[in-house]
């Protein structure tokens, strides 16, 4: 067997299986959950009723390259989404199954883990395919930790220099998942200037990009900041997805784009590893890259239910909207508890679910920085956020009343 199986960790929900086995939740009240970061909005019907109007594709084997008219459809979305003059569909963009699969193989296409000193940068906290396929890859993964002084930037200055040398690949992931933040120009800056100098490729997770709160303030995009700055893609490729956007999470959708090549390469791997799309789900993919209609209709869902819960767990916690995506990440200190015992008695006594946010980061330079905060995504009905706020108000206030 592969013995780098060994070094994957558990998944942080196998984690809070395992927290919450032996509790019993208060069994009035029915389940909530803010726990898992999967969309529930309804998918819209007309990329439901595309994708079933044309199943004569599943006749046809797919190319890697998808077909000519996604990718043109993709390279016009991100040149209308970002104000680039012009995205080449031939060889500036992919399309993948879901951003998942393409954030773990593209660390298989670019890592060299035949030198054996080889790191991996992500962000602390951040999403765990990044660690997986670091150490699947042959690397070691390193974490620049958040600093929520920052706006919860990752603080690169903190990296020794030592490090950076050895750094083959870096993960950004914005709008974060769990924070919610979104790198600004400057950031980029700093980035493509490290980049630069050490050579690492780097690879921006964009799956939150269309849920923001602000429809005159889309978040900045990473080929956005690269052609902004007056530069070209090199040694960037960005990670977009249809899940969040358009609540499509089980169609496994979604693109990369940026420097051509890299792209060639990704492509080359992705030929042997059989990442190509299936064709009906090509179809109903072009048709919802080209509808904005449902996307401002599922921000404004987001918009509505923050507006209600988030007022409401500022009471009680220090927590704050975050810049776009849809999760809280609230510190909890305030309540005694840590961020792992505030998840197992809320669940216990509010039959509600959270993240701990430990639980979505690793130690470094002696600290987890997710210590004491837990993520809540706000997937659910707004009724059920808004229930599940009044009972997390409920609970801080018993806590605050016991101390
Ligand atoms: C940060 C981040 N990146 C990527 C993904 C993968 O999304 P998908 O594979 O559906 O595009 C997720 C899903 O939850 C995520 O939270």
Request: charged share 20%.
């Amino acid at each position: 067997m592969n013995p780098r199986l060994d070094l994957l960790q558990p998944y942080p929900f196998e984690k809070l299986k395992a927290l919450f086995a032996q509790i019993r939740p208060n069994a009035a009240l029915p389940p909530i959950s803010f726990g898992i970061g999967e969309p529930k909005h309804p998918t819209p019907a007309f990329i439901r009723d595309t994708l079933a109007s044309s199943l004569a594709g599943l006749a046809s084997y797919p190319s890697t390259a998808g077909s000519e008219a996604l990718r043109q459809c993709i390279a016009a979305w991100i040149e209308r989404r970002y104000g680039l003059p012009r995205v080449d569909p031939a060889t500036e963009v992919l399309p993948v199954t879901g951003s998942r699969e393409a954030l773990f193989a593209f660390a298989q296409t670019v890592v060299d883990g035949t030198r054996g000193d080889a790191l991996v940068l992500c962000p602390n906290p951040f999403y765990q395919i990044y660690e997986g396929a670091a150490l699947l890859a042959g690397a070691t993964p390193v974490f620049a930790n958040s600093d929520p002084a920052r706006n919860f930037a990752p603080a690169f200055d903190r990296i020794a220099a030592d490090v950076w040398p050895r750094v083959q690949l870096l993960y950004v992931c914005s709008p974060g998942n769990p924070t919610g933040a979104v790198l600004s120009l400057d950031d980029w800056r700093q980035l493509f200037a490290l980049s630069d100098l050490h050579g690492f490729v780097i690879a921006a997770d964009e799956c939150y990009s269309e849920i923001y709160f602000d429809e005159a303030r889309p978040p900045l995009g990473a080929l956005e900041a690269a052609h902004k700055l007056g530069r070209g893609f090199e040694r960037l490729v960005v990670f977009s997805s249809l899940s969040k956007r358009s609540n499509v999470p089980g169609l496994r959708s979604g693109f990369v784009a940026g420097d051509a090549a890299l792209l060639s390469r990704f492509l080359l791997y992705r030929t042997y590893h059989g990442g190509a799309m299936n064709p009906s789900v090509q179809t109903a993919s072009i048709a919802a890259w080209n509808d904005e209609v449902h996307v401002r209709e599922n921000r404004a869902a987001y918009v509505r239910k923050f507006d209600q819960v988030t007022p409401m767990l500022a009471e009680v916690l220090d927590v704050a909207l975050p810049d776009a995506g849809f999760y809280l990440w609230a510190d909890v200190s305030r309540t005694g508890l840590s961020d792992v015992e505030f998840a197992a008695r809320l669940y216990a006594e509010q039959h509600l679910t959270v993240l701990p946010g430990s639980y979505l980061a690793r130690e470094a330079d002696g600290i987890n920085p997710g210590a004491n905060r837990v993520r809540m995504a706000l997937v659910a009905t707004p009724e059920e956020c808004a229930e599940g706020a009044r009972r997390i108000v409920e609970f801080c206030r018993g806590m605050a009343r016991a101390a």
